[in-house]
């Protein structure tokens, strides 16, 4: 068990440094929106399960569906909300390739844990969710509809009853382009 402990930790603490590029700054500090010259960044998703959360280290261990073991460094605040959960529930990691080494992350979810789609703003500062029906299943098209708006405090929970969002602090703008479903999400950062 030690030998197993001592491995994980090993694991744990060099995954943390890759990543630590990506330790989630607070939105007010987060990259500059892409322009039109700059083509939006790549968005993408971990779906796994909860492995555990470390309070001490600040740290979410997953255990993807590819069964890569991951981990995530993150703010008190989405620790705290983390901690609610149990190992093995179902989690998704929701980020934004800013470089090619670095990864800055949007939303820590909970699919299921909620009977609609919850958002906590665990960021540091006042966001603001928009939200949008999806068009042919697909969000953040041109013609998705009418675009509604929350504005969540720090600690705040909004619920989103559209199919699509996004988060921006407030004075900026972004296009939903996400996919919202039943469950908590734990706004970590906010794009565009």
Same mark, same amino acid.
């Given at each position: ?28 500090? /987060?990259? =500059? ?8 960044? =790549? ?5 796994? &399960?909860?492995?555990?959360?470390? &309070? ?6 997953? &255990? ?11 703010? =008190? @605040?989405?620790?705290?909300? @983390? ?6 529930? %179902? ?5 934004? /390739? ?12 909970? %699919? ?26 697909? $969000? ?25 969002? $996004? ?8 296009? %939903? ?11 970590? /950062?906010?794009?565009?």
């Amino acid at each position: 068990m030690g030998r197993v402990r001592s491995r994980e930790l090993s694991g744990v603490a060099v995954l943390l440094g890759l990543l630590a590029g990506s330790a989630a700054p607070r939105a007010a500090a /987060q990259a =500059p929106a892409p322009t039109p010259a700059d083509p939006a960044r =790549p968005r993408k998703s971990v779906y796994g &399960k909860l492995a555990s959360v470390d &309070k001490v280290r600040n740290g979410i261990v997953m &255990k993807s569906d590819g069964g890569e073991r991951l981990s995530w460094h993150f703010d =008190p @605040a989405v620790i705290a909300e @983390a901690a609610r959960f149990k190992p093995g529930d %179902p989690m998704i990691v929701i980020y934004r /390739q800013v470089t090619p080494n670095q990864k800055r992350v949007t939303a820590v979810a909970f %699919p299921g844990s909620a009977a609609t789609p919850l958002y906590v703003n665990t960021t540091g500062s006042r966001v603001m969710v928009r939200s949008a029906p999806a068009v042919d299943g697909v $969000c953040g098209g041109p013609s998705a509809g009418p675009v509604s708006e929350s504005t969540i405090p720090t600690g705040g929970v909004a619920e989103v009853l559209e199919a699509c969002w $996004c988060c921006a602090v407030p004075g900026e703008s972004c296009n %939903p382009g996400n996919k919202s479903g039943l469950g908590r999400a734990l706004l970590v /950062q906010c794009f565009e």
